[in-house]
T-cell receptor
């Protein structure tokens, strides 16, 4: 079946621009996660949704980062006034529900801020 | 919070040899330990996982061992093949947050030479 998809796959932004990254989780998956992966590093947790509720946003680096999942399916990660340090791969993952261990990852969006 | 250390950072083996990657974690309450394989330009893919009530798990050429007392776990790949070349990440998670909050190691780049 279809896995987690993300778009765009690549995004180049000028410093100060706003960007929006989209995640389509596996159909029926209740839990959705966003991670940030810097070059040569492991993914780092950003935020967690259970259906449309954002239950944890402790990993968001600053108030320029905002995530939403209004209908409990597709999610968008928005970064306002991008900075060079925001350059990274942004990964989305979903799992069946909050009691399920396995997280399935999408291919990621590589963001480059010039 | 949880901290996961992983080593080695790079590992080169000949085809047919075994490869071992080791991780340590800091929080004794961690109870789920997945391993992910990440190929260039792709998202992490779960290859095997282990829960804290099990000491070892095997899936064909891949095995994971867990030592709760020492707080370390290892990935073992036998009869390595060139297609095993990738970056491997270990992770540990805590349930006390109400969901599986993955904390990743820094990754091991495995190169299998024909």
């Amino acid at each position: 079946g279809a896995g987690v998809s993300q778009s765009p796959r690549y995004k180049v932004a000028k410093r100060g621009q706003d960007v929006a990254l989209r995640c389509d989780p596996i159909s029926g998956h209740v839990s959705l996660f966003w991670y940030q992966q810097a070059l040569g590093q492991g993914p780092e947790f950003l935020t967690y949704f259970q259906n449309e509720a954002q239950l944890d946003k402790s990993g968001l680096p600053s108030d320029r980062f905002f995530a939403e999942r209004p209908e409990g399916s597709v999610s968008t990660l928005k970064i306002q006034r991008t900075q060079q340090e925001d350059s990274a791969v942004y990964l989305c993952a979903s799992s069946l529900d909050s009691s399920t261990d396995t997280q399935y990852f999408g291919p990621g969006t590589r963001l480059t801020v010039l | 919070g949880e901290n996961v250390e992983q080593h080695p950072s790079t590992l080169s083996v000949q085809e047919g040899d075994s490869a071992v990657i080791k991780c340590t974690y800091s929080d004794s309450a961690s109870n789920y330990f997945p391993w992910y394989k990440q190929e260039l330009g792709k998202g992490p893919q779960l290859i095997i996982d282990i829960r804290s009530n099990v000491g070892e798990k095997k899936d064909q050429r891949i095995a994971v061992t867990l030592n709760k007392t020492a707080k370390h776990f290892s990935l073992h790949i036998t009869e390595t093949q060139p297609e095993d070349s990738a970056v491997y990440f270990c992770a540990a998670t805590l349930w006390n947050t109400g969901f599986q909050k993955l904390v990743f190691g820094t990754g091991t780049r495995l190169l299998v030479s024909p």
